[in-house]
């Protein structure tokens, strides 16, 4: 079936879309991944990551390793997300339904697959998570 111009310039616009989350999510992805090797030095001497119970620092510590476990999680996601953007670029020329919004297309892996726009909120959300357990670590930490 040849498509119209309305359609074609509907896909062309959640192309657009499609790079426009591969922009955004590539540049969060190296932003992650400097956050977790920035983070690996003050983790690896952390008391909730060498075992030391009853360190006063411990409190702290914890709200670390939560943060980096959220930019790595976060991070992971992120990728198995963008090696999934190429089939939904495949899908749009043989859509049955055209005018389906990209964020409602499915993305994962193998049988766990969800909408885009649930995997994005997921990853913005963990990221988040991330920033504000860090802030946690800066606020409880004692200097010194």
Do not use: H
């Amino acid at each position: 079936m040849e498509k119209t111009g309305f359609q074609r310039e509907k896909t062309q616009l959640q192309l657009e879309s499609i790079k426009m989350v591969k922009e955004w999510s590539t540049w969060l992805a190296g932003l992650q991944t400097g956050i977790c090797a920035l983070l690996w030095g003050p983790l690896k001497d952390n008391p909730a990551f060498t075992g030391e119970i009853g360190s006063e620092k411990l409190v702290a510590g914890i709200w670390l390793y939560f943060a980096w476990y959220s930019f790595l999680i976060s991070l992971v996601l992120t990728v198995l997300m963008l090696g999934t953007l190429p089939r939904i670029i495949e899908e749009l020329g043989e859509a049955e339904n055209p005018d389906e919004s990209i964020f409602n297309r499915k993305v994962g892996v193998g049988q766990y697959r969800v909408p885009l726009k649930t995997a994005l909120a997921a990853i913005y959300g963990i990221f988040i998570a991330g920033v504000v357990f860090s802030a946690l670590f800066v606020l409880v930490r004692k200097p010194g």
